[in-house]
T-cell receptor
């Protein structure tokens, strides 16, 4: 149980285009979903916290107009990187926590490797 | 601000030896401490976790200890195997949000056969 999927797993795009990444909880309802960015050989950096039906909470230094997050249902959150540039190239990982559970455990998706040319 | 320090950044051990990774957190309100293992290009996998009301937890070859007073927690892997080679991250919950994690900087563990 507690499986999280992401799509696509890999995307290459041209500078200036927008890219949408989907994060789904497959066998549970997620109270909250999180979006992280991970540069090579570095740790996971939280970008934003997303609750179903409400606006995402962004971490300091993360531009909300550039990284649009939508959490329309308890099983789906999307991250759209708008007007992507080469410096946005990174590994983007989502995670989800269980609705109603007493645990704080986050379950991670497999990640999306974004390369902006 | 809130942060989690993790040491060492790299660790090489001989197969069969033990490995210890240490983390220190700053937020005294943190109450949940998970450890994740991440292989290259893959998702982080939860390997063990501990809550603030417990001092130690063990699962086969893996154990975690927590010292709330000192704000330290450690991962112990015994009888290491080559497949334990990966990057390990500790995390602590943040008072800023019930389920928000602050991650450590990671430890690259290499188990030499």
């Amino acid at each position: 149980g507690a499986v999280v999927s992401q799509h696509p797993s890999r995307v290459i795009c041209k500078s200036g285009t927008s890219v949408k990444i989907e994060c789904r909880s497959l066998d549970f309802q997620a109270t909250t979903m999180f979006w992280y960015r991970q540069f090579p050989k570095q740790s996971l950096m939280l970008m934003a916290t997303s609750n179903e039906g409400s606006k995402a909470t962004y971490e300091q230094g993360v531009e909300k107009d550039k990284f649009l997050i939508n959490h329309a249902s308890l099983t789906l959150s999307t991250l759209t990187v708008t007007s992507a540039h080469p410096e946005d190239s990174s590994f983007y990982i989502c995670s989800a926590s269980l609705k109603g559970a007493s645990t704080d455990t986050q379950y991670f998706g497999p990640g999306t490797r974004l390369t902006v040319l | 601000g809130e942060n989690v320090e993790q040491h060492p950044s790299t660790l090489s051990v001989q197969e069969g030896d033990s490995a210890v990774i240490k983390c220190t957190y700053s937020d005294s309100a943190s109450n949940y401490f998970p450890w994740y293992k991440q292989e290259l290009g893959k998702r982080p996998q939860l390997i063990i976790d501990i809550r603030s009301n417990v001092g130690e937890k063990k699962d086969q070859r893996i154990a975690v200890t927590l010292n709330k007073t000192a704000k330290h927690f450690s991962l112990h892997i015994t009888e290491t195997q080559p497949e334990d080679s990966a990057v390990y991250f500790c995390a602590a919950t943040s008072r800023s949000g019930t389920y928000k994690y602050i991650f450590g900087t990671g430890t690259r563990l290499k188990v030499l056969a």
